[in-house]
């Protein structure tokens, strides 16, 4: 790449105030937004990787329950923590977070690092994650991406979006770092993740209902198509061709996580965490539950499955008999 750098795209002065006020009258009230601990706020970032807020809240007020501070999760039986992680998919998290709270006790003695450098050398913590917890935690006018918020900044200032590089994530954490209102980092964040998750969604965008789209790009992108389209077909499809291409991919990408080898990871963790605390159980038993036609022939699959499990911290693997950490 030679160093070089992409210039930086131009940007809506008039986004801040337009977003900000939009997030006062329309942001949800969310528990996470009601504290500034460092510990809970880790633990709703987490869950929120990848799960939607609605599964997220009744599993956050839960596991804060069974583990009320970070040395208690840290001092928690692995095992435990991967049951209480029960319906929020991709348990590697669990144990994740759990290798996090215990770095923060046994080096830090159960106090977060403050600054985003000291906050990424923890185990499981990418720039969005250590980004969150500095900002929503510690109020610093610090700024990251996570899918909402790329989302949001690309269309804004780019168009419709664009595949992820490095380059243009450097070019939209400029953009986002020249538009944050001093002193309002903690809102402005939260304000981008709140419009990307309810207006500016990855397919069927609420365009109608979006306080920036008098001056989005993508908006006038595909005003543009909308009326080339009906220009050229004399009336409106029922559905825009678009948005049903995206709904399409939507499905197809469904589809292909049932079956998927990370579905059957998920499916043998949920079936350990129905047997009994450090009780272990022979794979084979657990072979016909996973599979339909489970045989002979699939246990090398099973014990290459539990290995990779196993690996991940996830479960205990001696022999042919597996159980929970």
């Known amino acids: 790449m030679g160093g070089e750098t992409a210039p930086l795209l131009p940007m809506l002065t008039t986004m801040p105030s337009q977003l900000l006020a939009w997030f006062a009258a329309h942001g949800r009230d969310l528990p996470w937004r009601h504290t500034r601990d460092p510990y809970q706020i880790l633990v709703a970032e987490i869950m929120l990787q990848q ?6 809240l009744p599993k956050y007020h839960a596991f804060l329950a069974t583990f009320p501070s970070v040395t208690a999760l840290a001092e928690a039986a692995t095992g435990e923590v991967i049951r209480h992680w029960a319906g929020l998919g991709y348990n590697r998290r669990a144990v994740n977070l759990q ?13 977060f690092p403050r600054e985003v450098a000291a906050l990424r050398q923890l185990p499981g913590l990418g720039p969005y994650t250590a980004g969150a917890v500095a900002c929503f935690a510690f109020e610093q006018d610090v700024v990251f991406l996570d899918t909402n918020m790329r989302r949001v900044l690309q269309r804004t200032h780019n168009g419709p979006a664009v ?9 939209l954490l400029e953009v986002s770092a020249a538009l944050l209102p001093v002193g309002q980092g903690w809102a402005w964040n939260q304000a981008l993740i709140e419009l990307g998750a309810l207006v500016c969604r990855a397919s069927s965008p609420a365009c109608p209902r979006c306080p920036l789209r008098a001056e989005c790009r993508a908006h006038a992108a595909w005003r543009n198509d909308d009326e080339t389209l009906l220009a050229a077909m004399g009336a409106a499809p029922a559905v825009p061709l678009r948005r049903a291409a995206e709904e399409r991919a939507s499905y197809r990408s469904s589809e292909r996580f049932v079956g998927s080898n990370r579905w059957y990871r998920g499916r043998l963790i949920d079936l350990l965490r129905a047997q009994p605390p450090q009780q272990p159980v022979l794979l084979s038993m657990l072979g016909p539950q996973l599979r339909e036609n489970f045989g002979p022939a699939d246990m090398a699959w099973l014990q290459q499955l539990a290995t990779g499990l196993a690996r991940d911290g996830l479960l205990v693997l001696a022999g042919e008999w597996v159980r929970l950490p």
């Not at 992820?164 to 070019?171: C, E, I, K, L, V």
């Open 99 to 111: 290798r996090t709270a215990r770095v923060i006790v046994a080096q830090h003695q159960g106090a």
């Open 51 to 56: 799960t939607q807020v609605d599964r997220v």
């Open 163 to 171: 595949a992820t590089t490095a380059a243009g994530d450097r070019q």
